[in-house]
């Protein structure tokens, strides 16, 4: 397992990170704020202001480490669902992720500009779109490497093995992050795979990795070299980010029902920030100075987003009938009409 | 103008349009070297290359779940599953992909993908091969499903099917790909969706199908004629969009319908047709509207097909109660 910052933060015996100082203090900023927004995000379920939200926390190094290794401007991300940070950080506004939760269809949309596609619920589905979405960026000789993440547990989905077989087959610029968070709601790894992830890479034609996936520094150093990988046209990577889920599958869940005894404490140990901290503490980039200016910025942006959020416009009933064909077949035309008169009008 | 038969006009379809837009790439199983099992893309390959004419791994969720990245890529895919009956190893990736994902994505993407699939039955297939299972995508919003029936119809709807920026399974009748010729334009020409053809005119009853049934319906109305009962036939086209105001119109004049189709009898589209009439036309209706289908049995081996399908005599036999009722 590929490792450079150890658990407690200090770097493994001769590593030299390919992550600047500067671009580490950059990503342990979106690490904070993805765990500030977990929290948040939490809360306003709770209050029922949002939707079931599933939280990153646990699984910021993962995340936000390989989408570093991202360019937004060329560079596009296929989510499952539990990647905010990385969303954020290639466009896609959190305000709009904010309306999305909300319920707020028409305000959650990726904005034109933005090489984000859409949360995906069905899980793995999304790995086969983000293969065509490479291989279809090759064909035209346009620039670009796709990201596509999937869970350890959607690694058992039959979708996963036809997409990797294709990536493999049309040598796609695409890098498959899995998430090995250790738990797909209740089941925990062992009973998804008796093998290594990374090595099923092998049987597909392209390199397999294994790193550390609470190592912001390994993550992005494995990113990097898939990301440059698919860019000279040498084909696909997958990373197998070996992480831990600190918190509730979602807003639903109640992990204390099958966490095993003192599996989370043990978790918490490696958490992934913590370390971040560490390491730029001992770079003298880290103190209780900047720690207040960081987590104040962060609570700032995540009011705004918020607030923002809250202005937008709330669904409305016609909204059903919005963005399902470019233009209504007269059947459905009229079962809009049928809904207006209902409603008394478009409200 | 040249003298088609299905099959033929589909792949002029598929050249013209590869002709006309370089973004246009066809996919599947054996769609490259072989030209596809029924021949449809036969000469792509040499024409266009290997980057259009895309043989591809041996995995119908993947050749539709790769076609919708395609299209978010910027290219327009036209995938073959080889039989609508393997669609069944794709169907998550048809109804819930293709079809939401202008929803899904509030508009930012869309799925422009065509999705060709030979079905239907009386060939001698093996099992899954002649799968009628069409109407489950009727239940899948966003996912238009069109059926021609004939040369002109196959080549025109498919232009249509290309052209259209929402996903369209487009299914072919395997009975009739090679079963008789029509003059078919080498000309741009589209048929629109949404508006049923009415093939033969008649007074006494209106005979409702669609795809291949269309053809045993003409043959059953020729019956019909030699015992003085005036069968009309009205072939759909497209169950999605469903040309409501057509079939109403033709349903209403004569007061008397059979739908014959070749899925299973319950919740079938024949189901959907009868309902709709039930809703729009329940006053100009002289007597209750009869089904013909496949019974509700799995699709039999070859040998007993003969007695699953709908068959000429079960047709007329049932117009004949519904013009006499």
């Keep these: 397992m590929q490792r450079i910052l150890d658990s407690q933060g200090n770097l493994v015996n001769g590593a030299e990170p390919r992550l600047s100082l500067e671009r580490t203090v950059e990503g342990l900023r979106w690490m904070m704020l993805s765990r500030a927004f977990d929290a948040r995000a939490t809360a306003l379920q709770r209050q029922g202001r949002m939707g079931t939200y599933s939280p990153v926390k646990g699984q910021e190094a993962s995340v936000v480490g390989s989408s570093l290794a991202l360019d937004p401007a060329t560079d596009w991300i296929v989510p499952a669902y539990r990647e905010l940070p990385a969303l954020v950080r290639h466009g896609h506004p959190l305000e709009r992720i904010v309306a999305g939760y909300m319920g707020k269809v028409a305000s959650s949309a990726i904005p034109e500009d933005t090489n984000v596609l859409p949360n995906q619920v069905a899980l793995a589905t999304q790995l086969q779109h983000a293969v065509g979405l490479a291989w279809g960026l090759k064909l035209q000789r346009k620039p670009g490497v796709v990201m596509a993440y999937c869970g350890e547990g959607a690694a058992s989905e039959g979708d996963f093995h036809e997409a990797a077989n294709m990536a493999g087959v049309r040598r796609a610029p695409i890098v498959f992050v899995l998430m090995n968070n250790q738990?797909?709601?209740?089941?925990?790894?062992?009973?998804?795979?008796?093998?290594?992830?990374?090595?099923?890479?092998?049987?597909?034609?392209f390199p397999g990795v294994q790193v550390d996936g609470n190592d912001l520094l390994a993550v992005y150093e494995a990113a990097a070299e898939a990301v440059e990988r698919a860019r000279r046209d040498d084909g696909p990577t997958l990373i197998d980010c070996v992480t831990f889920r600190l918190s509730f599958h979602n807003t639903t869940d109640n992990p204390s029902a099958y966490l095993p005894e003192g599996w989370l404490e043990r978790a918490e140990q490696e958490d992934p920030i913590r370390r971040v901290q560490t390491y730029l503490a001992e770079k003298g980039l880290w103190d209780d100075g900047s720690r207040a200016a960081v987590e104040g910025e962060i609570t700032e942006q995540i009011d705004a987003a918020i607030q923002a959020a809250a202005a937008m416009r709330a669904s409305r009933a016609a909204d059903l009938f919005e963005n399902v064909y470019a233009s209504l077949p007269e059947r459905v035309g009229r079962q809009r009409a049928e809904l207006l008169r209902l409603t008394g009008g478009d409200v | 103008m040249a003298q088609r038969n299905i099959v033929e006009a589909i792949r002029d379809g598929l050249a013209f349009e590869?002709?006309?837009d370089e973004r246009v790439i066809v996919l599947g199983?054996?769609?490259?070297?072989?030209?596809?099992?029924?021949?449809?893309?036969?000469?792509?390959?040499?024409?266009?290359?290997?980057?259009?004419?895309?043989?591809?791994?041996?995995?119908?969720?993947?050749?539709?779940?790769?076609?919708?990245?395609?299209?978010?890529?910027?290219?327009?895919?036209?995938?073959?599953?080889?039989?609508?009956?393997?669609?069944?190893?794709?169907?998550?990736?048809?109804?819930?992909?293709?079809?939401?994902?202008?929803?899904?994505?509030?508009?930012?993407?869309?799925?422009?993908?065509?999705?060709?699939?030979?079905?239907?039955?009386?060939?001698?297939t093996p099992e899954f091969h002649p799968d009628a299972v069409e109407a489950q995508f009727v239940q899948a919003p966003g996912i238009k499903v069109?059926?021609?029936a004939t040369p002109y119809d196959a080549k025109g709807m498919l232009l249509e099917a290309i052209r259209d920026p929402d996903p369209v399974l487009f299914l072919e009748p395997q009975r009739l790909y090679r079963k008789g010729r029509e003059e078919v334009p080498d000309s741009d020409y589209t048929?629109?969706?949404?508006?049923?053809?009415?093939?033969?005119?008649?007074?006494?009853?209106?005979?409702?199908?669609?795809?291949?049934?269309?053809?045993?319906?003409?043959?059953?109305?020729?019956?019909?004629?030699?015992?003085?009962?005036?069968?009309?036939?009205l072939d759909l086209r497209t169950l999605v969009p469903l040309d409501v105001e057509g079939l109403v119109s033709e349903v209403s004049r004569t007061g008397r319908a059979v739908v014959v189709h070749e899925a299973p009898l319950s919740a079938g589209f024949g189901a959907e047709v009868v309902?709709?009439?039930?809703?729009?036309?329940?006053?100009?209706?002289?007597?209750?509207?009869?089904?013909?289908?496949?019974?509700?049995?799995?699709?039999?081996?070859?040998?007993?097909?003969g007695w699953y399908l709908p068959t000429i005599r079960r047709v007329v036999d049932a117009a004949r109660k519904t013009a006499a009722a």
């Design chain 1, 183 to 205: 738990w797909a709601i209740s089941t925990s790894r062992e009973l998804q795979s008796a093998g290594e992830f990374y090595r099923r890479a092998e049987g597909y034609g």
């Design chain 2, 18 to 20: 590869m002709e006309r």
């Design chain 2, 29 to 124: 199983l054996d769609v490259g070297r072989l030209g596809g099992v029924f021949r449809a893309t036969q000469g792509l390959l040499d024409r266009f290359g290997p980057e259009r004419v895309v043989d591809t791994p041996l995995a119908e969720g993947g050749i539709i779940g790769s076609a919708l990245g395609l299209a978010i890529s910027g290219l327009i895919p036209v995938a073959e599953i080889q039989f609508l009956g393997f669609t069944h190893q794709a169907f998550h990736q048809i109804g819930p992909q293709l079809g939401r994902y202008r929803y899904r994505s509030r508009g930012r993407y869309h799925a422009q993908v065509t999705i060709r699939a030979p079905f239907g039955g009386g060939v001698r």
């Design chain 2, 146 to 148: 069109v059926c021609p």
């Design chain 2, 191 to 233: 048929v629109p969706f949404g508006k049923a053809r009415q093939v033969r005119e008649g007074g006494d009853v209106t005979l409702i199908a669609w795809s291949a049934a269309v053809e045993m319906c003409l043959r059953a109305a020729d019956e019909l004629q030699r015992e003085g009962i005036s069968a009309g036939v």
């Design chain 2, 275 to 305: 309902a709709t009439l039930q809703e729009e036309a329940f006053y100009s209706l002289d007597a209750p509207i009869r089904r013909v289908t496949a019974w509700d049995t799995p699709y039999p081996p070859a040998s007993l097909e």
